[in-house]
């Protein structure tokens, strides 16, 4: 098993930047994807962003290219989302996962994962 818990969430004000943390314990030698989802108030959950954990390859949802940075550290437990010029659209509980999988083109795929984090609020003010 893996256990995954999100921090870093807040409120800030539209155009600044927060930094996301996902801290992974346990068998976290299984992990070979990691991502970041969000859910905001009434919508479904929706991917944001993955990490190959070995090649370091990325995969981003289009609406936060160019904003939206993740990586992972040297160990590769935790995981980072930098949100820069944050939109009151990035509004939402984001979510950490993993996956045993390797980082494809079904990577934004909810059930792609097998281990999820509680979540962490990030509301952006306008």
């Known amino acids: 098993q893996v256990q995954l818990v999100e921090s870093g969430g807040g409120l800030v004000q539209a155009g600044n930047s927060l930094r996301l943390s996902c801290a992974a314990s346990g068998r976290t030698f299984t992990m070979y994807t990691m991502g970041w989802f969000r859910q905001a108030p009434g919508k479904e959950r929706e991917f944001v962003a993955a990490?190959?954990?070995?090649?370091?390859?990325?995969y981003y949802t289009d609406s936060v290219k160019g904003r939206f940075t993740v990586s992972v550290n040297n160990a590769k437990t935790t995981l980072y989302l930098q949100m820069n010029s944050l939109k009151p659209d990035d509004t939402a509980v984001y979510y950490c996962a993993a996956a045993r999988r390797t980082l494809g083109s079904d990577s934004y795929v909810q059930n792609f994962y097998d281990y999820w984090g509680q979540g962490t609020q990030v509301t952006v003010s306008s």
């Open positions: 990490i190959h954990l070995n090649g370091g390859n990325t």
